[in-house]
Each structure stands twice: as C-alpha cells, then as structure tokens.
C-alpha cells in the first residue's frame, strides 16, 4: 500500500511511516527493521507528528476522522481525539502541549495536558485545508488548501493577518527560516515561490553649493526674465500606489476604509471600476474573512441606488455573487441581513425601472397626440394656392365642435 507520510524521529534513529494500509510503522534505521506497528486507525492515514520536546510522543491522523498519540515507550495509545472530517495534516507547536490538527474546511486546536480538550476552531477557508507550517519564529501559522488560498494566523489570538491567492489548488507548502520566500505545491504539478519584497524609500540628495561658487556670484536682477512657478505635485495616494503595484487586494482593502468610503464615495467606486477593467476584481474580493465582506456590502447597499454608481456597481455586484454565492448562507446573521437587504434594494430599483419606462411610454403617447391635434395655418404658405379657400368659402365658414 503507498506510504504518504514519513517522518524523522528527533534524537533517536528511528523513522515514522504512516501508509494507506492503515498503519503506523516505526523502523530503526541502523539494522533496517520494522521495532513497532499501530493498527488503531479504520481508514487511510495522511497525516502525522513527532513531539518536538519528547521525541518518543507521536501523532497520526486518518481518513476515520480519528487523531491518535502514541507513546513509543509503552507502545500503547495515550489520547485520541475526534476531528470530525477526514485528516489531511497535523502540527505541534514548539511547547509540545498543543497539537493542531487539519481536515475538511476546519482547523482545530488541541491541549494534550487536558485528555484532548478543544481549545478553538478555525473555520476561515471554503474548501479542504491540506497542509500547514509554521512561520516567523513560530508566532504565525499557515494553511493551505484547496480554495486556492494560503493564509495566515497569529498564534496568539488564531485569526487570520494575511491571505494569498493561487492560480490553483494548494496541496502543500513551506516557507524558509527568515520568512522571505514562500513555496507551494499546487495540483497541476506546478511549484509556486513567491519572495517578500520590502519597499526602498530612496535618500533625497541635497545639493550642496560649494563655497567658492557661493563668494563668487553676485545677484543680479533681470526684468526680461519670466519665472515659470513650479508645479508641485502631492503625495500619491495609497491606492494608487497599489494599483501602480499590482497590489489589487490591498487597494480595495485601502478604498473600503471608513473615512474614504463615507467622505469620497467616487474614490472607491473609481477603484472598483478600475479592478473589473483589468478583469481582477473576482482575485481582489476571493478568500476575505467575514468583515471584508461585511463593509464591502455596506458600501454597496449606501450607493446602488446613486445614478452616478448604478452601472459600476452592478457590474461588481454580479462578480461578488459569483464568488460568494455558494457561502453567502453560511456566513454570521449580520451579513447575511446585509445580503437580503441588496436583495430588496436591487428588487425595488429593477421596479423603479420599469415604472418609469412605462411613464415614459405613456408621456410618449401623450406628446404624439397633441402634436397631431395641432391646428394647421392655411395662410402660412402663401405659394401654395391649393389650400387657400375660395372668398365665399370664407365668409359662409362652418364649424364644427360638436
């Protein structure tokens, strides 16, 4: 059966297999054989651990949702948990109390020093979570997964900091010691590095007037010379710098500000639009926590009914729903409110709309009738005798208003 996992036992020389036939293999490298095998799982096993304090304390984890600890010294099993979705990856952090386990779209938290108490659920990603690692001196932790997000957690409150997109699938990762490049396995077979770049602010130089320039020249107006003011421009904005960047989630992040949104509602809206020119507003808005959603909303439901936003803001609308469609239900009451109250707002303008088409319709027909009730001046065109009437015709005119 395949072998999927294999792990390095810390100061012992010793390996830790965990394969499809439902086993947990330890082997002495030295005299190449098999010392012990755990056979507590019902399913596949894809995950697993080592304790980074005690070496002899591992974790596995199956497709049976089961996450068990062994102890290689008694050989028996000392804790098992339950994650409740099949089991993609497992993790210790460096105090060796707390093990975090991956599968389905959660990520849990366990204390080993309390029999397995849950400690928090992270539920931040759409799809299943395949790998995780751990970043920046162990103060951050990362997870992959197949909605095509890595993101990243502080360790000491587990909420999300920072969300990278993928063009694919995210199966596993890695990230080196000083945390400046980032690598990740995606399932169309290719390797993706991204590398941290840190913005270079260059030095103003300052010209300096030598001394002997400075006592040499004398001043000398001229009445003949024109000074042309010079034309100094501001400081570019932080979306602009962004957008400048190719930076698109961030500068939707800046635009969706309190003070831009409420003071200089045109700024966000020329952002938007900008964002579903280059065709990246669906990568700008993919993967945002709760609160993203939440304001983005907000900003939606202030100004679809403002003529000069309509047409921009539908067009965003109709990506927003693509995106989110399918988790829009899921998401806390308030934004689900937030959702049904744009529902009602789009439903009313839609029958503005057609109220007023049929006012236009109506003022149309009105205008149409009057302008064929109009009189016709016979005396208007002189040159056209035929529709002057005879002298008698004249005098013995009859008309009727009946």
């Known amino acids: 059966m395949p072998v999927h996992r294999t792990l390095f036992a810390e100061n012992n020389p010793h390996i830790i297999s965990y ?3 439902k086993t947990v293999k ?4 030295p005299t190449e054989k098999n010392i012990t095998t755990f056979s507590e799982h019902n399913d596949y096993i894809r995950a697993g651990a080592v304790s980074p304090v005690v070496s002899d304390i591992i974790l596995s984890g199956g497709y049976d949702n089961k996450v068990n600890m062994y102890d290689l010294r008694s050989n028996e099993v000392v804790l098992s948990v339950d994650h409740g979705s099949p089991v993609e990856a497992l993790l210790f952090l460096p105090s060796g109390g707390i093990f975090i386990s991956a599968g389905g779209n959660d990520i849990k938290v366990w204390d080993t020093l309390s029999k397995g108490r849950l400690l928090g659920n992270i539920s931040e990603h759409h799809k299943t979570v395949t790998c995780l690692q751990l970043a920046s001196e162990n103060k951050r932790l990362l997870s992959g997964s197949l ?7 502080d360790l000491s409150n587990f909420r999300v900091v920072h969300t990278m997109d993928f063009p694919n699938s995210v199966l596993s ?3 080196s010691r000083n945390d400046d490049t980032l690598v990740a396995g995606l399932v ?7 590398r941290r770049q840190e913005d270079k602010n260059d030095a103003k130089i300052e010209k300096k007037i030598s001394f002997k320039y400075r006592a040499n020249s004398e001043a000398v107006s001229l009445t003949v010379d ?4 010079e034309n100094k421009l501001g400081a570019e904005a932080k979306h602009d710098k962004c957008l400048r960047k190719f930076q698109h989630s961030k500068a939707l992040e800046h635009v969706l500000l309190n003070y831009v949104m409420n003071k200089h509602p045109e700024t966000t809206v020329s952002v938007i639009q ?14 945002k926590d709760n609160k993203f959603v939440s304001k983005l909303m907000q900003f939606f439901i202030r100004n679809i009914t403002n003529y000069r936003f309509t047409s921009v803001l539908i067009d965003a609308i109709h990506i927003f729903l693509n995106e989110y469609e399918d988790t829009i239900f899921i998401m806390p009451p308030e934004t689900v409110k937030q959702f049904l109250r744009l529902t009602q707002l789009l439903e009313e303008e839609i029958d503005l709309g057609n109220d007023l088409a049929a006012l236009q319709g109506a003022m149309y027909m009105l205008m149409s009738s009057s302008t064929t009730a109009e009189k016709v001046d016979v005396h208007e065109d ?3 005798t035929l529709l002057l009437p005879s002298e008698d015709a004249q005098k013995n005119l009859v008309v009727n208003i009946a």
């Open 19 to 21: 394969s499809d036939d």
């Open 26 to 29: 330890t082997w002495d490298i």
């Open 147 to 153: 909605d095509r997000h890595v993101k990243v957690y």
């Open 173 to 175: 990762l890695s990230i």
């Open 188 to 194: 169309d077979g290719v390797v993706s590095i991204h």
């Open 226 to 229: 024109h000074f042309v003011p």
């Open 274 to 287: 900008e964002l579903v020119k280059r065709k990246s507003f669906d990568k700008a808005i993919r993967g």
């Open 382 to 384: 002189k040159k056209n």
